[in-house]
């Protein structure tokens, strides 16, 4: 390294001398070749004399002056290397020979040496730690941001200028985000009533949210602020969450509350002014019985309502025991078919069941499956006209075997099928009422067939009747079924 050194500063005084050389010669040959184009055939020679003692002590001057630029270049840049380079190596040379030549500084040197090596133990111990808390660090930002892009909900952090830090793709969706835009542009856009600031400060970082309705969607935003490691704002997180399903279950309930309130309290009404009559007046004895069996009837009535009320309780919290065997649905329709036999006589009805021979065994609740029948037949004949016809059909198809009741009644209009399944819903309440019906029966049924892998499907023409197909599991798939779980 040294002879290096040495190297570079001759190399560097010797082209600073070619450059002087150089530079001198150039001007003594111009200074010399002026003296040409100043003699001619009329000039003395005492003239001449003249013109070459001027150019030579001209010549002397520019040469003393490249001398002295020399000089003054190499000073300088001896100063130079002396400072930056013959200073520096003296001393490391000086501090080597003390090293060399001192046994104290030995002896110090070789006290310390173990001091030195704790020391470079303690630092590779903080260099091991340091990379274990980074890798344990990256570990857990990449759990995190693992689990922000799998959740449904959406999440994104904006900075204190607005700008998108982070977002998740559930936000994306929620949002209908296409390309970044800053918090103003993001809620502008839906009239949400928030501000950046004002989250940040005016709230004194407690957290807000705001509803909103995109599309067929309600969705419900979170805002809260974050804090950096100093304790101060540092931004704004989001939290999205599609509340559709809550809201149509929320609005479910209130409708169901007050259906059910209005349901009892008709008859409530009615069960109260006849008994509020028969003890204020005095009435005769017919006027006394008929009002009587009006308060029987409103009171069978409500007892149905409660019933079914309690059935579907029961279906909706799974206390429903479901005790599912094989079992003839044929013999089953024929048996619930019979036992309606009368009513339908009393409307001078024509009631016709047919079952094939080919049904197999269906596996399922019976109890269940004879409510549902049940249920769908009495609806058969309860709007179905005085001579009406109701034809019941239980064949099998594929693995499932179907039970078909097809009438000539009043029909159900076309806007109305889709809802029919909704509990209270009735497409001709005072009707309904008038003929005893609680609002739940369909509902019930399709809660059943539901719990027993069924099905139900009505189609309806106003004024031409109503068809309804109900399928059941037989036992040939539930035999596949088993087969397939490895039963």
Known sequence: MLKNIQIKIVLAFSIV??????????????????????????????????????????????????????VVLMIVIGIFIYKKLITPLSNLIKSAEKATKSEKYLEDNNKNKNEIDNLVSAFDLMNAELKENLNEATRQRKQIETILLHMT???????????????????????????????????????????LEKVIY????????????????????LFAPFKNENDMPSGVIVVIQDITEQVRVD??????????????????????GYADTLIENDVDKETSKKFLERISAE????????????????????????EKAEFDLGELVKYTFDGLDLEMKRKNQVGECFVTSNVPPVY?????????????????????????????????VYNDAYIKIIDNGIGIPKEDLDKIFERFYRVDKARTREMGGTGLGLSIAKEILD??????????????????????????????NEKNTGE
């Open 299 to 322: 009171a069978a009535r409500m007892a149905r309502l409660v019933s079914d009320l309690l059935i579907l309780s029961k279906y909706d919290t799974s206390k429903v025991k479901i």
């Open 17 to 70: 001398g070619i450059i002087v050389i150089t530079t001198l010669g150039t001007l003594t040959v111009y200074n010399l070749g002026n003296i040409d184009e100043e003699i001619n055939s009329n000039t003395s020679i005492q003239e001449i004399e003249q013109l070459i003692q001027s150019q030579i002590h001209n010549t002397k001057i520019i040469i003393l002056l490249g001398l002295l630029i020399f």
């Open 451 to 480: 719990q027993n892998n069924g099905m139900i499907d009505i189609k309806s023409e106003v004024g031409k009747g109503t068809e309804v197909v109900i399928r059941i599991p037989t036992k040939q798939e539930r035999n596949s």
């Open 251 to 272: 609005t479910m309930r209130k409708r169901f509350v007050a259906d059910v309130s209005h349901e009892l309290k008709t008859p409530i009404t009615s069960i109260m």
């Open 153 to 195: 909900d959406g999440v994104i952090a904006f900075n204190m200028k607005g700008n998108i830090i982070h977002i998740n793709t559930a936000a994306k969706t929620f949002l209908n985000l296409t390309e970044e835009k800053t918090f103003e542009e993001i809620f502008n856009k839906y009239d949400v009533d928030i501000n």
């Open 202 to 221: 005016l709230d004194n970082l407690a957290s807000s949210e705001q509803r909103l309705t995109i599309e067929d969607r309600i969705i419900n935003l």
């Open 364 to 396: 399922a609740d019976r109890s269940g499956i004879e409510r549902v029948v049940l249920n769908t037949l009495t609806n058969a004949i309860k709007y179905t006209p005085e001579s009406g016809n109701i034809k019941v059909y239980v064949g099998c």
